[in-house]
């Protein structure tokens, strides 16, 4: 199953004609990027609740998620993140009891090694039965460097008591 997302989003890059070469000398380079690191929850900040609503008498428990939180880890092409300025806001969710999958629409920015932000959008989907994570991840501008940067990035995890290890692949069009 992995193998095949991975050819799926080698496929899209390949059809949506993303490459170093086509884009010209002067229109800026696409990269591929890897990341490693850790979703961190910040308790404090309150829950944010998903629908269906809890409904106890008909079976529906109550999901929520962390308002907010934090993003620890690496990246090629930024090096390691500054945690305290990689955050993440959870804006709603909502899960589907038949297929088991809770999506959550999340807006984030990310700063890197040099103090060079990206922002990003991303649909992160938790299976609530075996705890697996999927993060759809959407590059939609930034600072520095990735001003104006676009990109996308398939990550993977698995849901722990002490944050969301992940890790994947994506590209980023970072224009000159």
Not at 89 to 108: A, E, L, R
Not at 131 to 146: A, K, N, P, S, W
Not at 155 to 173: D, K
Request: glycine letters at 12%; hydrophobic letters at 35%.
């Amino acid at each position: 199953m992995k193998t095949l997302k991975v050819m799926s989003l080698l496929a899209a890059v390949a059809l949506s004609g993303f490459s170093g070469n086509s884009q010209g000398p002067d229109k800026g380079v696409t990269l591929p990027f890897k990341f490693d690191g850790v979703i961190i929850t910040n308790p404090s900040s309150g829950l944010t609740v998903c629908t269906p609503p809890a409904d106890p008498t008909n079976g529906i428990p109550l999901i929520t998620h962390a308002r907010t939180g934090w993003l620890q880890g690496n990246q090629s092409h930024g090096g390691r993140l500054i945690t305290e300025q990689s955050t993440w806001v959870i804006s709603d969710c909502n899960t589907s009891f038949s297929n088991g999958i809770n999506t959550s629409h999340i807006t984030g920015e990310n700063t890197v090694a040099n103090g060079d932000s990206y922002f990003y959008t991303c649909i992160m989907e938790v299976n609530i039965y075996s705890t697996d994570v999927l993060l759809y991840i959407t590059v939609t501008g930034g600072t520095g460097r990735f001003e104006n940067a676009t990109g996308f990035a398939t990550l993977t995890g698995v849901r722990t008591e002490s944050g969301i290890p992940v890790s994947g692949w994506g590209f980023l069009a970072l224009p000159k």
